[in-house]
């Protein structure tokens, strides 16, 4: 018996095991259909698609909206340190920029986003 791990809805791994002895962890895993590969994609009504045909789900949707907002966000935390020599301005301009990426988790829509544009 075999088993699909899916995570953000992507087919992360295939397991193999024993249908007489089947551990918790897999407790919810779909069962796996034969052509269904790693990479496969699961849409919204629960059925696996190849990447190739698929259209992303919006679980991947928001998990890449995340990543790019993290990295923005790690890309200037120099600016909140104390000892950066920055105006009081500047620095607020920074602060309202990195409330504006944390905030856009809460659209509607994460394939029409508007990102905010960082103080020059």
């Not at 699909?4 to 895993?29: C, K, S, T, Y």
């Not at 020599?85 to 309202?96: D, G, H, L, P």
Request: some cysteine.
């Amino acid at each position: 018996m075999k088993k699909l791990q899916v995570v953000d809805g992507v087919v992360v791994n295939v397991v193999e095991i024993d249908p007489d002895a089947i551990p918790d962890w897999v407790d919810g895993w779909p069962d796996h259909a034969p052509g269904i590969d790693i990479g496969w994609l699961q849409d919204e009504a629960g059925d696996f698609v190849p990447p190739s045909t698929a259209a992303p789900a919006a679980s991947q949707l928001w998990a890449e909206v995340r990543r790019r907002r993290n990295d923005l966000l790690t890309a200037c935390d120099w600016t909140q340190l104390p000892d950066v020599s920055v105006t009081e301005a500047e620095r607020s301009a920074w602060q309202v920029y990195r409330q504006a990426l944390r905030d856009i988790t809460e659209a509607e829509d994460p394939a029409a986003l508007s990102w905010p544009t960082p103080p020059a």
